[in-house]
């Protein structure tokens, strides 16, 4: 295994290099692989992207990236609601075989107390619970589920992990923030370290439907800071991590907070996405396909044309239009265009800009 970890390691080493020469053609491989297991989901949350709830992964798809494994450092299942796969159990043991950490995020509801021991037991590494809401109301009216059996599921894992006395897996949970759920991010926090979650990672939603125009926080900015900067000083005091994408305000920002948005974009050296039929991207926030793995030599789709010329433009005045709204890149939330497509901003009721432009 410790001949895994030292190829992990090189592979690493030479994309650090790759993204900082702004390299197209790489003789290296992805860290991180994302794949879509199943769009089967046993909720239907409001600010949800996915319109197609059918369909699995193809065995055949694993068997073909199975020969990259060994440079991978993380696998991750996602969906839909990856504990919906049947072949869940065959997707840890494979990324187990070849050392790779596993990252799920979930929804949670599954997770009862043998799935808890099970992924202690399997050393899963990393768990991201959607959880977008601080109280029972909330959660219901935004993701449709039982907030408190989500709490007593989370409860199981903490006992186990106790039990087992392992730190893994790490608990994180994802909060899309909106105007219906800023005000609970602070007392979530709370909820956090009480289960033994240690990080919150806190976004803005893409508004793709009309309806949920008024949920966008761009028309609540002065609400979403002010929810976000004491988010962020109680979870220092709690230990857990507040990591939000970015604040509106432009000055009098906490101090010692790293924003997800301020980092350079190297994810065309370090990751792919593939989902159930096998095609490819490079990011999960509307890059185009770079092909398929199912049909095509591996590196065929990971330097075919457009991957390479992504990699070569990303970050520079000459990257694709994909790229310059991604919600995880350097920005200012004080454009629209982060936050809906101009078919949804086009639309925005009059009163709402009416309350923009007096801000």
Same mark, same amino acid.
């Given at each position: 295994?410790?001949?895994?970890?030292?190829?992990?390691?090189?592979?690493?080493?030479?994309?650090?290099?790759?993204?900082?020469?702004?390299?197209?053609?790489?003789?290296?491989?992805?860290?991180?692989?994302?794949?879509?297991?199943?769009?089967?989901?046993?909720?239907?949350?409001?600010?949800?992207?996915?319109?197609?709830?059918?369909?699995?992964?193809?065995?055949?798809?694993?068997?073909?990236?199975?020969?990259?494994?060994?440079?991978?450092?993380?696998?991750?299942?996602?969906?839909?609601?990856?504990?919906l796969y049947k072949r869940i159990g065959d997707f840890f043991n494979l990324a187990h075989e070849y050392g790779c950490r596993v990252k799920i995020i979930t929804n949670a509801s599954l997770?009862?107390?043998?799935?808890?021991?099970?992924?202690?037991?399997?050393?899963?590494?990393?768990?991201?619970?959607?959880?977008?809401?601080?109280?029972?109301?909330?959660?219901?009216?935004?993701?449709?589920?039982?907030?408190?059996?989500?709490?007593?599921?989370?409860? $199981? %894992? &903490?006992?186990?992990?106790? +039990?087992?006395?392992?730190? /893994? =897996?790490?608990?994180? !949970?994802?909060?899309?923030?909106?105007?219906?759920?800023?005000?609970?991010?602070?007392?979530?926090?709370?909820?956090?370290?009480?289960?033994?979650?240690?990080?919150?990672?806190?976004?803005?939603?893409?508004?793709?439907?009309?309806?949920?125009?008024?949920?966008?926080?761009?028309?609540?900015?002065?609400?979403?800071?002010?929810?976000?900067?004491? $988010? %962020? &000083?109680?979870?220092?005091? +709690?230990?857990?991590?507040? /990591? =939000?994408?970015?604040? !509106?305000?432009?000055?009098?920002?906490?101090?010692?907070?790293?924003?997800?948005?301020?980092?350079?974009?190297?994810?065309?050296?370090?990751?792919?996405?593939?989902?159930?039929?096998?095609?490819?991207?490079?990011?999960?926030?509307?890059?185009?396909?770079?092909?398929?793995?199912?049909?095509?030599?591996?590196?065929?789709?990971?330097?075919?044309?457009?991957?390479?010329?992504?990699?070569?433009?990303?970050?520079?005045?000459?990257?694709?239009?994909?790229?310059?709204?991604?919600?995880?890149?350097?920005?200012?939330?004080?454009?629209?265009?982060?936050?809906?497509?101009?078919?949804?901003?086009?639309?925005?009721p009059e009163n709402l800009l009416a309350a923009a432009r007096t801000r």
């Amino acid at each position: 295994m410790k001949y895994l970890a030292n190829i992990k390691t090189m592979n690493e080493r030479m994309n650090d290099l790759y993204a900082q020469a702004q390299t197209g053609e790489v003789v290296s491989f992805p860290q991180n692989v994302s794949i879509v297991s199943t769009f089967r989901c046993n909720y239907r949350c409001k600010v949800c992207f996915q319109t197609d709830f059918n369909g699995e992964l193809n065995w055949k798809v694993m068997d073909n990236i199975e020969p990259i494994l060994p440079f991978v450092q993380d696998l991750h299942p996602f969906g839909g609601e990856p504990f919906l796969y049947k072949r869940i159990g065959d997707f840890f043991n494979l990324a187990h075989e070849y050392g790779c950490r596993v990252k799920i995020i979930t929804n949670a509801s599954l997770i009862d107390a043998d799935m808890a021991w099970n992924l202690v037991a399997k050393k899963i590494h990393r768990l991201l619970v959607s959880i977008d809401a601080g109280e029972a109301a909330t959660y219901k009216y935004l993701r449709g589920g039982d907030y408190d059996q989500l709490l007593r599921n989370l409860e $199981a %894992i &903490a006992k186990e992990k106790r +039990l087992q006395n392992s730190l /893994v =897996p790490h608990l994180e !949970f994802n909060f899309l923030a909106l105007k219906s759920n800023i005000a609970e991010l602070p007392g979530l926090v709370e909820t956090a370290a009480r289960l033994g979650v240690e990080t919150i990672n806190v976004f803005y939603p893409k508004i793709l439907r009309e309806e949920l125009i008024p949920e966008c926080l761009w028309f609540s900015q002065s609400l979403s800071d002010d929810m976000m900067v004491a $988010a %962020i &000083a109680r979870g220092r005091e +709690l230990g857990v991590a507040v /990591v =939000p994408t970015a604040l !509106f305000r432009e000055d009098n920002q906490p101090g010692g907070v790293v924003f997800r948005s301020a980092q350079k974009c190297t994810r065309p050296w370090r990751n792919l996405n593939i989902d159930i039929f096998g095609n490819a991207t490079l990011c999960c926030f509307g890059s185009p396909l770079i092909g398929n793995v199912q049909s095509q030599d591996f590196d065929a789709v990971w330097n075919s044309a457009l991957a390479q010329k992504i990699r070569e433009s990303v970050g520079t005045d000459k990257e694709f239009d994909f790229c310059r709204t991604c919600a995880v890149r350097p920005f200012s939330p004080k454009n629209i265009e982060y936050h809906m497509p101009p078919h949804i901003h086009g639309k925005i009721p009059e009163n709402l800009l009416a309350a923009a432009r007096t801000r």
